[in-house]
């Protein structure tokens, strides 16, 4: 069968640049049925449920008014923690949630000695690390919450993240090989990989066969290197503005979107960008984002 980019790839645009889950005072004015209008307007297929989003009855309603869809939610895994069992009763609960809103991602990040919410941290140095008995214990853990999603027909996309215990390739690179690939997918994030690491191109191409779930986050290099100089948290660097929509910082995302459909990649991709609502009006960058997509993406 031939591939068909339209049909193929999903568009989305998710609720970070209007409303932070990490900081809810910012953009509280910001409401659901506001939001999901601004994606209309700019033109995207749906987005990620937000933390202040309403119970799954509501929040069908308005998305169907807008022809719009749910790609996925955000999951605080805490297997290291509370231990599998009890972890996997929360990702149960939030399956279930994802089933009601006829989504098929469950994004996934272990929180467990995560720095992101730090008043205090340097992001681009403190960051913890797991011992070996903890990453058997994560990734087992992972594979169960595959099964456990595979009843909802849900698949785990698994996100690298700054400051949390799988940041870098190499973490990556370890839990994709130790857990099931029909089990744990990986969301590939090329905001967080690109600070992280720099390259972001090898994660993609290493682990291409593995991607269910895409983050489009841009990076500003200058703010990037004034963050890393003054040793600034995760919040405070990305409220000074270290990343943007795809096409308005440093990052080249054409080799990314190549890449992904020369792979015949079959998913969503969501367009995430944290600011400060204040100083980045959300439906404008929203509009410059969907932009650069069409004319510097989709027209190649
Ligand atoms: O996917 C994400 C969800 C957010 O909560 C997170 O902090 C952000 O950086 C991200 O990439
Ligand atoms: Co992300």
Redesign the pocket.
């Known amino acids: 069968m031939t591939y068909d980019i339209n049909k193929a790839v999903k568009w989305g645009i998710?609720p970070?640049g209007w409303r932070n889950?990490?900081i809810p005072s910012i953009g509280k004015d910001n409401n659901l049925q506001q939001l999901l209008s601004d994606i209309v307007v700019a033109g995207f297929q749906g987005t990620e449920v937000g933390g202040f989003f309403p119970d799954s009855d509501k929040l069908n309603y308005e998305l169907k008014l807008r022809h719009l869809e749910i790609a996925g939610q955000?999951f605080s895994s805490f297997i290291l923690r509370d231990g599998i069992e009890k972890a996997s009763a929360a990702f149960e609960k939030h399956c279930q949630f994802l089933q009601a809103v006829h989504a098929h991602i469950a994004?996934v990040s272990e929180q467990t000695y995560t720095i992101?919410q730090s008043d205090t941290k340097n992001i681009f140095t403190d960051k913890a690390y797991m011992t070996d008995d903890e990453w058997d214990k994560l990734c087992q853990g992972l594979n169960h919450y595959g099964e456990i999603a595979a009843k909802y027909d849900i698949k785990v996309a698994y996100?690298h993240?700054?400051g949390t215990v799988v940041q870098t390739k190499e973490e990556t690179d370890r839990l994709m090989a130790n857990t099931d690939p029909q089990l744990v997918g990986l969301l590939y994030?090329t905001?967080?990989i690109a600070v992280s690491d720099g390259d972001y191109m090898s994660l993609l191409n290493d682990h291409i066969d593995r991607v269910v779930h895409v983050?489009f986050?841009d990076v500003r290099k200058d703010k990037e290197k004034e963050n890393r100089e003054k040793g600034l948290t995760?919040q405070k660097s990305?409220l000074n503005g270290m990343f943007t929509v795809p096409g308005d910082g440093d990052l080249d995302f054409k080799p990314v979107f190549q890449t992904l459909i020369d792979h015949q990649y079959k998913g969503w991709i969501i367009v995430?960008a944290?600011q400060d609502p204040e100083k980045a009006n959300p439906l404008e960058y929203a509009l410059k984002a969907k932009q650069y997509i069409n004319e510097e993406l989709l027209k190649h």
Do not use: N, T, Y
Request: hydrophobic share 35%; proline share 0%; charged share 30%.
């Open positions: 998710a970070i889950d990490d955000w994004v992101q996100h993240h700054m994030d905001g967080h983050h986050k995760f990305f995430e944290e």
